[in-house]
């Protein structure tokens, strides 16, 4: 069997890990198995040594686990069927481009699907062809181990930490059924959400850009635009389209919606793709007066406004409102949903309750539970 000539006429272009996955489906050679740290400050729950095709994921049980401690918890052990080829250079490409490498892909993929900060580390161990039946150690530094900052104050995003079974990567079996243009997609999505929850307690008004940023990304694949000015004027700005069919003035939404309907395709897209796949509302909730409306109406206002500050914070400088980042009170034992109280002033700035509809652990919630949903639809679509 020429094994170089079959790999060639199977479709193994998109994502390396997705397409390591299909040429491990299609029985081609096994060429070299590696593995690599994945260094998390959560605890981890489990071990998964077959259902992943070529990969497998161990549970080294360190003794010792708090937020902010990285360790090596989990070892991603992977075997290669790709050659490993360049690809050509004669035109730039970047379809398959995201900022990081085989690694990478997989360590987004796990944060994702467990809500917690993983990266992945420079292989450790390599077994190769005729070589040492136990694995060769290397270190070749190509990457500095992860390093992380949470500071002492109280945790903006404590869902991250604690135990968490890897039970729940199963979304990641999907990615060798996807085309490759869905799984380069889901890959940046996971990236970036993946970035967004490294630098939370740290930098949460940039934590904020990257987790609407994340959700963008599917929203861009997802969304087919075909919705008049008006229905998108409706879903980006309901208190002006509240306005203006106030007014009762015949015709008066249609013609602002027309004026201004460039400045709301993407604001549209991205509420349309949340509340598509928007999860249920968490089990633990605080006391009723600090939760968030699950409603529809009240949601879709609550992502406008927060699609207004990330517009702002790229196109002005402004960042995301102070009362948004920080780690509100806890209620009950159970964290606030929202800011409390009728206004804030902090750092030169003041916002109205209304102008602050949610804090950054609840997004960073609907986040994932959306990108989940979404990726979890790509199988049926």
């Given at each position: 069997?020429?094994?170089?000539?079959?790999?060639?006429?199977?479709?193994?272009?998109?994502?390396?890990?997705?397409?390591?996955?299909?040429?491990?489906?299609?029985?081609?050679?096994?060429?070299?198995?590696?593995?690599?740290?994945?260094?998390?400050?959560?605890?981890?729950?489990?071990?998964?040594?077959?259902?992943?095709?070529?990969?497998?994921?161990?549970?080294?049980?360190?003794?010792?686990?708090?937020?902010?401690?990285?360790?090596?918890?989990?070892?991603?052990?992977?075997?290669?069927?790709?050659?490993?080829?360049?690809?050509?250079?004669?035109?730039?490409?970047?379809?398959?481009?995201?900022?990081?490498?085989?690694?990478?892909?997989?360590?987004?993929?796990?944060?994702?699907?467990?809500?917690?900060?993983?990266?992945?580390?420079?292989?450790?161990?390599?077994?190769?062809?005729?070589?040492?039946?136990l694995g060769r150690p290397t270190v070749f530094r190509f990457r500095s181990e992860p390093i992380m900052n949470l500071g002492d104050r109280r945790l903006k995003l404590p869902n991250a930490v604690g135990a968490h079974s890897l039970e729940n990567l199963y979304p990641i079996?999907?990615?060798?059924?996807?085309?490759?243009?869905?799984?380069?997609?889901?890959?940046?999505?996971?990236?970036?959400?993946?970035?967004?929850?490294?630098?939370?307690?740290?930098?949460?008004?940039?934590?904020?850009?990257?987790?609407?940023?994340?959700?963008?990304?599917?929203?861009?694949?997802?969304?087919?635009?075909?919705?008049?000015?008006?229905?998108?004027?409706?879903?980006?700005?309901?208190?002006?389209?509240?306005?203006?069919?106030?007014?009762?003035?015949?015709?008066?939404?249609?013609?602002?919606?027309?004026?201004?309907?460039?400045?709301?395709?993407?604001?549209?897209?991205?509420?349309?793709?949340?509340?598509?796949?928007?999860?249920?509302?968490?089990?633990?909730?605080?006391?009723?007066?600090?939760?968030?409306?699950?409603?529809?109406?009240?949601?879709?206002?609550?992502?406008?406004?927060?699609?207004?500050?990330?517009?702002?914070?790229?196109?002005?400088?402004?960042?995301?409102?102070?009362?948004?980042?920080?780690?509100?009170?806890?209620?009950?034992?159970?964290?606030?949903?929202?800011?409390?109280?009728?206004?804030?002033?902090?750092?030169?700035?003041?916002?109205?309750?209304?102008?602050?509809?949610?804090?950054?652990?609840?997004?960073?919630?609907?986040?994932?539970?959306?990108?989940?949903?979404?990726?979890?639809?790509?199988?049926?679509?």
């Amino acid at each position: 069997m020429d094994v170089d000539k079959d790999v060639a006429e199977l479709d193994l272009s998109g994502p390396v890990s997705c397409a390591n996955w299909k040429a491990f489906d299609n029985k081609q050679d096994l060429r070299s198995i590696i593995e690599y740290p994945l260094y998390t400050d959560a605890r981890i729950i489990g071990e998964i040594t077959e259902g992943y095709g070529p990969y497998k994921f161990l549970n080294t049980v360190p003794s010792e686990d708090r937020p902010g401690l990285l360790k090596s918890s989990i070892i991603l052990r992977a075997e290669f069927y790709l050659n490993n080829d360049l690809p050509p250079m004669n035109e730039t490409d970047t379809s398959n481009y995201h900022g990081g490498w085989f690694p990478d892909e997989i360590a987004a993929l796990v944060s994702l699907c467990l809500g917690i900060r993983v990266k992945a580390a420079d292989e450790s161990r390599r077994f190769d062809g005729g070589g040492d039946p136990l694995g060769r150690p290397t270190v070749f530094r190509f990457r500095s181990e992860p390093i992380m900052n949470l500071g002492d104050r109280r945790l903006k995003l404590p869902n991250a930490v604690g135990a968490h079974s890897l039970e729940n990567l199963y979304p990641i079996k999907l990615m060798p059924k996807l085309s490759k243009e869905e799984a380069i997609v889901v890959i940046r999505s996971a990236r970036l959400y993946q970035d967004a929850l490294w630098i939370a307690e740290s930098e949460p008004a940039l934590s904020w850009l990257m987790f609407v940023s994340a959700i963008e990304a599917g929203a861009n694949m997802w969304f087919k635009g075909d919705d008049s000015p008006v229905s998108k004027l409706e879903a980006s700005k309901p208190d002006l389209y509240s306005i203006l069919e106030n007014t009762g003035i015949e015709g008066l939404t249609e013609s602002v919606a027309k004026e201004i309907v460039h400045s709301l395709g993407a604001t549209n897209k991205f509420i349309k793709f949340v509340m598509n796949f928007l999860p249920e509302p968490p089990e633990n909730r605080p006391r009723e007066w600090a939760q968030i409306s699950w409603s529809r109406t009240s949601m879709k206002a609550a992502l406008g406004k927060i699609y207004k500050y990330r517009s702002e914070a790229l196109h002005g400088g402004i960042p995301f409102p102070a009362p948004m980042c920080n780690g509100e009170m806890m209620i009950e034992e159970r964290m606030a949903e929202k800011p409390t109280g009728i206004a804030c002033s902090t750092l030169g700035g003041v916002w109205l309750a209304e102008d602050t509809p949610m804090l950054l652990h609840m997004f960073e919630y609907i986040a994932r539970g959306v990108l989940i949903n979404w990726i979890s639809s790509l199988r049926s679509a």
